[in-house]
C-alpha cells in the first residue's frame, strides 16, 4: 500500500474549486451510509439531501469529477464513493502523528474514524516526561524531543496539532521543517506557515460563538414577534427632526440625511 510521501491528491492539478473539495467529504460521507445499506443508486437530489447541499450545487460539484449521472436512474453509489475516495487521496495510507496529548489529543487519538477513511495514527507525541511510554488508545505516547526523527522514519506528511496556544506555533515550526505539508491545528491561535503547506483549523469556541449569535438572533426575533400586536402607532418626530420643504430632516447640528448610518 502506498504511503502519504508517494502520492499527493490530483485535485488542484484538475481545477477543482476550493469548495467543491470541502463538500466532498460531505458527498463522501452520505454515500457511504446510503453503501453500507446496500443502496445501490441515488438521485442528486437524494444525495444533495442526505449531504446538507442544494442539487443543483451537487450536480455542479461532480461535473468537476467527470460523473454526471444516468437521467432516470441516478448516481451509482460504489462507484461516487471509490471516485470520491480517489479524488481525496483516501485510497492509500496516510501516517498522522498527534502533537499534544491532553484531554483532546487523547479523544483524537481513540477516534475511531481515522483508519476508516484511510489515516492511520503513526505516533502520539507529548513534552511531557511523565507522558512518555503510557499507552493512549493503545499506542504508547512518545517525547517532543523525538519528534523529527518519528517524522522521517514513518514517512509523515500530515500533523494535528492539540497543544495549548502558547506552543503551537513553535511545534509549528518544528512539523514543517521536518517534512510535514499539512496541518489540522486543535489550538486556539493562527498560524504561520510557508507557501506550500496547508493548514486547516478546528477551533470549537469560534463555532459556539457562532451558534450563540443565531441563538440570540432568533431569541430577539421572538421577542419582536410577541411585542408586535402590542405596538402603538409611532410618534411624530420631535420638532428639531421634522421633514423640511427640501425632503431632507433638521437636526440640532443642521440637516442629516434622511437614513442615518448604522
Not at 178 to 206: E, H, M, Q, W, Y
Request: hydrophobic residues 40%; negative net charge; proline residues 7%.
Amino acid at each position: 500500500m502506498a504511503t502519504g510521501r508517494t502520492h499527493r491528491p490530483a485535485t488542484r492539478s484538475r481545477g477543482i474549486p476550493e469548495a467543491t473539495v470541502a463538500r466532498l467529504p460531505l458527498y463522501l460521507r452520505a454515500l457511504t451510509t446510503l453503501s453500507e445499506r446496500s443502496v445501490p443508486t441515488v438521485s442528486s437530489e437524494e444525495l444533495a439531501a442526505a449531504a446538507g447541499v442544494n442539487s443543483a450545487k451537487l450536480r455542479k460539484d461532480f461535473s468537476y469529477l467527470g460523473s454526471y449521472g444516468t437521467r432516470g436512474v441516478g448516481y451509482d453509489v460504489e462507484y461516487l464513493v471509490y471516485q470520491i475516495s480517489r479524488e481525496l487521496g483516501l485510497t492509500q495510507d496516510w501516517p498522522v502523528v498527534i502533537v499534544g496529548i491532553g484531554n483532546l489529543g487523547a479523544a483524537l487519538a481513540g477516534y475511531g474514524g481515522f483508519a476508516s477513511r484511510g489515516f492511520r495514527v503513526a505516533a502520539l507525541i507529548d513534552a511531557d516526561p511523565a507522558m512518555t511510554g503510557k499507552p493512549v488508545a493503545g499506542i504508547p505516547v512518545q517525547h517532543s524531543d523525538d519528534l523529527e526523527k518519528i517524522i522521517a522514519e514513518d514517512g509523515v506528511s500530515i500533523g494535528v496539532i492539540a497543544t495549548p496556544a502558547g506552543v503551537a506555533q513553535a511545534v509549528c515550526d518544528r512539523l514543517v521543517a521536518a517534512g510535514v505539508t499539512s496541518i489540522l491545528n486543535f489550538a486556539p491561535t493562527v498560524l504561520s506557515v510557508p507557501d506550500g503547506v496547508d493548514v486547516r483549523k478546528v477551533d470549537l469556541s469560534i463555532e459556539l460563538q457562532i451558534l450563540a449569535f443565531h441563538e440570540q438572533r432568533k431569541a430577539g426575533e421572538e421577542l419582536g414577534e410577541e411585542a408586535a400586536p402590542q405596538a402603538a402607532a409611532p410618534a411624530a418626530p420631535p420638532a428639531a427632526t421634522r421633514t423640511t420643504a427640501e425632503g431632507g430632516r433638521k437636526g440640532p447640528d443642521g440637516d442629516v440625511p434622511a437614513v442615518m448610518p448604522a
